[in-house]
């Protein structure tokens, strides 16, 4: 898989329930950021973890970083129709400079 | 603070045509990097500048395309003689400072025909 893969590639709830997505990554990263992007939009940055951290919240959404496992989780509470979009995680490598890389994204659709 | 400005948002051009697209980073970022966008895909980095200096360009192709961020003035992607393979949407991102984040523009969606 490549650097930076979410995992499920498109997840459906209903509005309320709470969708968790997942990033793995394979090398030793200085940070990990999510951003969303809506269809055909620009991407809208949401939280930077750095490696030294384990968990961050920003409202409804709280990301968990594992170095270990080399692993990100993005999980969003009661959520709602206007959280549909496409969700990345981007990694910024330490051997490869300030460049993100960025996995294909898991697509969210909330139901109303 | 405004944010990053990209321009135009869209552009159409014929195949042999150049494709020229502008990126004013946030007030106070001095550090400027372009993706690229395939339809349903993720972002692909392309090349990351700093005043007057390119960074990396490990992810731009060789030939037709290249990048500037002159002195004054916003960061420039030029693509010489486009092919239809260059139909994307091209985003531009800055941050202050090193390993900090990247807030990115709205994005060009280039179409070539």
């Known amino acids: 898989s490549q650097q930076g893969e979410e995992d499920p590639q498109a997840l459906s709830i209903q509005e309320g329930e709470n969708a968790t997505m997942n990033c793995s990554y394979k090398t030793s990263i200085n940070n990990l950021q999510w951003y969303r992007q809506n269809s055909g939009r620009g991407l809208v940055h949401l939280i930077l973890?750095?490696?030294?951290?384990r968990e961050k919240h920003s409202g409804r959404l709280r990301v968990t970083l594992d170095t270990s496992k080399k692993s990100s989780s993005l999980l969003i509470t009661a959520s709602r129709a206007a959280d549909t979009a496409s969700y990345f995680c981007?990694?910024?490598?330490?051997?490869?400079?300030?460049?993100?890389?960025f996995g294909g994204g898991t697509r969210v659709l909330v139901k109303p | 603070n405004a944010g990053v400005m990209q321009n135009p948002r869209h552009l159409v051009r014929r195949r042999g045509q150049e494709a020229r697209l502008r990126c004013s980073p946030m007030k106070g970022h001095s550090h400027v990097y372009w993706y690229r966008q395939l339809p349903e895909e993720g972002l692909k980095f392309m090349v990351y500048?700093?005043?007057?200096?390119?960074?990396?360009e490990s992810g731009m192709p060789k030939e037709r395309f290249s990048a500037e961020f002159p002195k004054e003035g916003p960061s420039i992607l030029r693509i010489q003689q486009v092919v239809r393979g260059d139909s994307a949407a091209y985003f531009c991102?800055?941050?202050?400072?090193?390993?900090?984040?990247?807030?990115f523009g709205p994005g060009t969606r280039l179409l070539v025909l």
């Open positions: 981007a990694t910024e490598i330490k051997a490869a400079g300030n460049k993100l890389t």
């Open positions: 500048l700093q005043k007057e200096n390119i960074i990396d």
């Open positions: 991102a800055s941050s202050p400072t090193v390993l900090e984040t990247q807030y």
């Open positions: 973890i750095r490696s030294n951290e």
